[in-house]
């Protein structure tokens, strides 16, 4: 369960429909973007811009915009929903209790490639896994394939620039080949609607 306001800052909803290309993955909302109350919303933070050069989204969306993205077959959500101002601060019960919370959710919603956002994020969601940097996994998470993007922050030592980030997002547009149209996702909506609607109830 979410502490609640830190700093005055609520957490973020997260941006998701059933059936979608691809959900990005955050470790968690930084404070700028708690008190936006948006996505990615850190001046020094080019995720939008990174979306728009490799061709996720046809415009240049702003952070105010993170809820079109369904309408692109793309989805937003973290792992832990407490805004802080460095991943660090995050305590180890924190961890413990987003991934699983995580997995329910891909479960729920289905998405066909989960991009996880950040090489020490993958270390967190696939413990135990041999393969080290940004790229393809081999292992899968509910069902959904997996990609590991380079952290798109201004801070990224690793990844300096906006070109070396670039790379890898474009990579990843190449991986889940052509997005699903919104007639696609939509048809997707409605379909695990009436599929969770006509399921028969088990006992308990």
């Given at each position: 369960m979410a502490r609640g306001?830190?700093?005055?800052?609520?957490?973020?909803?997260?941006?998701?429909?059933p059936g979608l290309s691809?959900?990005?993955?955050?470790?968690?909302?930084?404070?700028?973007s708690a008190r936006a109350g948006h996505h990615?919303?850190?001046?020094?933070?080019?995720?939008?811009?990174?979306?728009h050069a490799s061709r996720f989204t046809p415009a240049l969306l702003?952070?105010?915009?993170?809820?079109?993205?369904?309408?692109?077959?793309?989805?937003?959500?973290?792992?832990?929903?407490?805004?802080?101002?460095?991943a660090a601060e995050l305590t180890?019960?924190?961890?413990?209790?987003?991934?699983?919370a995580l997995l329910r959710k891909l479960e729920?919603?289905?998405?066909?490639?989960?991009?996880?956002?950040?090489?020490t994020?993958?270390?967190?969601?696939?413990?135990?896994?041999?393969?080290?940097?940004p790229g393809p996994r081999r292992g899968s998470i509910a069902g959904a394939r997996v990609f590991v993007l380079p952290n798109p922050s201004g801070?990224?030592?690793a990844y300096p620039g906006f070109e070396s980030k670039l790379e890898h997002f474009v990579l990843l547009r190449s991986f889940i080949g052509r997005p699903r149209s919104p007639a696609r996702t939509q048809l997707a909506s409605r379909r695990a609607r009436r599929a969770r609607a006509t399921s028969p109830r088990r006992s308990v």
């Amino acid at each position: 369960m979410a502490r609640g306001p830190v700093d005055g800052c609520p957490t973020l909803p997260d941006i998701l429909a059933p059936g979608l290309s691809v959900v990005f993955v955050g470790i968690n909302p930084s404070l700028a973007s708690a008190r936006a109350g948006h996505h990615f919303a850190s001046p020094g933070n080019p995720f939008w811009r990174l979306l728009h050069a490799s061709r996720f989204t046809p415009a240049l969306l702003r952070p105010v915009d993170d809820a079109r993205l369904t309408e692109l077959g793309l989805g937003l959500t973290n792992v832990c929903p407490n805004p802080t101002r460095s991943a660090a601060e995050l305590t180890r019960r924190e961890y413990e209790a987003g991934v699983p919370a995580l997995l329910r959710k891909l479960e729920a919603f289905r998405p066909a490639v989960v991009a996880l956002v950040g090489v020490t994020l993958a270390r967190i969601v696939l413990p135990g896994s041999p393969e080290t940097g940004p790229g393809p996994r081999r292992g899968s998470i509910a069902g959904a394939r997996v990609f590991v993007l380079p952290n798109p922050s201004g801070r990224n030592a690793a990844y300096p620039g906006f070109e070396s980030k670039l790379e890898h997002f474009v990579l990843l547009r190449s991986f889940i080949g052509r997005p699903r149209s919104p007639a696609r996702t939509q048809l997707a909506s409605r379909r695990a609607r009436r599929a969770r609607a006509t399921s028969p109830r088990r006992s308990v």
